[in-house]
């Protein structure tokens, strides 16, 4: 009868002891190691342990217990069930399972918190020493926190002493939450897992149940990773969706489908040699990019026997030995070394060998560049931004810092990007802007700088003339001059501007530099007699900055002339004019005095 919720940790053990104190002739268990908080770690062995061995585990996260429960009936099955399938098992393999490895907390984590410095604990499926440092994060606020170094946690020590010692054939990591799937990992044998695949399809028409799908994992720290790399045929299996079952729903939907992959390993399962006492072999690698060449330590341990010898080979070099060699010392950069090792004991028991992956070594600093303004030479405005490039080859860009002095005391890192804004110091001159990155190995690179002119002050205008001045004839033009001047980054340009019988719409002229004369000029058009022409000047420097001079007495009014002359001959007629009345003046006077 199914049980009306998931059973505590301490349930779950005592029911299993219980279940192996009644079958002690196919059933044992004992003690593989210690949690954080001391306590016990059991391991149960159903069957024959000298047969073929398939190991299944639960609750690496402490309250992911599907998987423990799924454990225990398939256990009972074997041991009570009295079929000829389940009686073949026993007499011919063994199932292996510990039930509960996170033995401490119900959560993500272990209760490992290093004296206060880590908020949840560690993350055991990301401590594993395949590929650690690949997942999870340092960060010791975070449920993924992988621990300080790979293999760190008593827990994580325990697996590893049973992937090495017992072996088994096959072996299922269990959780809940991210399936269903199962996770088969990526060393595993392409013909055996073909092979499982097609044993559970003949298997359901007699068991039921619904087989699990297939997809590969990578080894990031993750148990499978760490069973897988000693040949062992390792899968992850997320026994359910996002939504937490019942126990019932746990039995009824979810245990035929595990059912269906245990037996299917069962028929393929074949025995393979135990190894009761054979040398550990850890090493300290922290997972961590390192900037300059640096050394691994190994320690061996014997339970049996003292340890002979420890052998390590790097990159598939040629293999040493720490007695002649001294500890792996790495040289070559690059984000995958590779560093094998083993130890063999006084009783010639070898260990079977441990393949560390992705030893992360980087001795080249980034480079980079920094562009102010596009490359414009000049501003007007300490606002600026930046455009920055930065590379690193091997272990990539990771952060950066600014300056506007050069000096780096209170500048504080930051991620990098491409673009930035920047405040440039007020005052005009020159300014410069300093930029470093910082690659993922501590590694900073060389000071990079550009520089831009910061010109604030506005350009002078002088007051403007005219010519000709106060009278301007009918469609006589009009040359406008005027004196501009900038003491910072120079005269860019000058614009005329005017308008006709204050219509609002101004025309646009280009102001030329007279290079006798100093003065920049543009012509107004002529215009008909009674226009009002009004105008006014702008300038610019080369920083943009911009003055308009719009003095109220830059405005004329063109003056009326005779029709049938142009505008200069027009001037000509009225001087003969004048000259021919002043003449007939004249004679007039001179006759009226001869008559007196």
């Given at each position: ?142 449920e993924e926190y992988r621990g300080p170094s790979a293999g760190s946690e008593k827990e994580t020590q325990a697996m590893r002493s049973v992937f090495s010692r017992y072996n088994p054939r096959f072996y299922v990591n269990t959780h809940m939450w991210g399936g269903p799937i199962i996770y088969s990992y990526r060393n595993n044998e392409a013909a055996t897992v073909s ?235 020159t300014k410069k802007v300093y930029f470093q990155t910082k690659d993922h190995a501590g590694l900073v690179s060389s000071r990079y700088e550009s520089s831009i002119l910061l010109d604030t002050t506005l350009p002078s205008i002088e007051t403007a003339s005219q010519n000709p001045g106060e009278v301007v004839l009918a469609d006589q033009s009009v040359t406008i001059s ?115």
């Open positions: 009868m199914t049980a009306a919720s998931y059973r505590t940790k301490d349930e779950m053990i005592s029911m299993f002891k219980n279940l192996c104190d009644d079958h002690p002739a196919v059933a044992s268990y004992e003690v593989i190691g210690k949690s954080y908080l001391g306590n016990d770690i059991y391991m149960f062995k159903i069957g024959n342990v000298s047969g073929g061995r398939v190991l299944w585990d639960a609750q690496l996260h402490g309250g992911e217990d599907a998987g423990s429960e799924i454990g225990y009936w398939f256990a009972e099955w074997l041991l009570t069930s009295n079929t000829e399938r389940a009686n073949s098992i026993l007499k011919e393999s063994c199932f292996m399972i510990v039930p509960v490895i996170n033995v401490d907390s119900y959560g993500r984590t272990n209760a490992n918190h290093y004296g206060g410095t880590v908020k949840y604990g560690v993350n055991l499926n990301r401590n594993f020493v395949s590929g650690w440092g690949q997942s999870g994060t340092s960060d010791k606020s975070s092979a499982l695949k097609t044993e559970m399809d003949q298997l359901k028409s007699e068991y039921g149940g619904t087989p699990y799908g297939f997809t590969s994992i990578g080894g990031g720290g993750f148990a499978v990773g760490d069973a897988g790399i000693l040949g062992i045929q390792s899968f992850l299996l997320e026994i359910n969706d996002n939504t937490t079952p019942s126990l019932s729903t746990v039995e009824s939907y979810y245990y035929p489908k595990c059912r269906l992959l245990l037996l299917a390993m069962f028929e393929l399962v074949y025995p393979s040699p135990i190894q009761e006492h054979v040398p550990v072999t850890e090493d300290n690698y922290d997972g961590e990019w390192h900037n300059a060449d640096f050394t691994i330590s190994l320690t061996a341990s014997d339970s049996g026997s003292d340890v002979a010898t420890t052998y390590y080979s790097i990159n598939s070099a040629p293999v040493k030995t720490l007695s002649a060699d001294g500890q792996p010392h790495i040289t070559t950069e690059g984000a995958n070394n590779k560093l094998e090792y083993w130890s063999v004991d006084e009783a010639s028991n070898e260990e079977t060998h441990s393949v560390l992956t992705g030893i992360k070594l980087d001795k080249t600093a980034p480079k980079g560049s920094i562009v102010i303004d596009n490359g414009s030479p000049n501003t007007n405005s300490t606002s600026a931004k930046l455009s920055l490039t930065a590379t690193d080859s091997t272990s990539g860009v990771y952060q950066a810092r600014f300056s506007n002095d050069g000096v780096w005391d209170t500048e504080q890192w930051e991620s990098y990007s491409t673009t930035k804004s920047w405040g440039l110091p007020s005052g005009d001159g005027a004196y501009v001047t900038d003491s910072g980054t120079g005269v860019e340009s000058g614009r005329l501007l005017y308008n006709a019988n204050d219509s609002g719409k101004w025309t646009d002229l280009p102001m030329t530099l007279n290079s006798e004369t100093s003065l920049y000029e543009s012509t107004i058009p002529g215009q008909q007699a009674g226009t009002l022409v009004q105008y006014k000047i702008t300038a610019y420097d080369s920083a943009g900055n911009k003055i308009v001079d719009s003095n109220a007495a830059y405005q004329y009014i063109v003056s009326g002339v005779i029709s049938e002359f142009p505008a200069p001959m027009g001037i000509v007629a009225l001087l003969m004019i004048s000259t021919l009345l002043a003449a007939m003046v004249f004679q007039r006077k001179r006759l009226h005095e001869t008559q007196d």
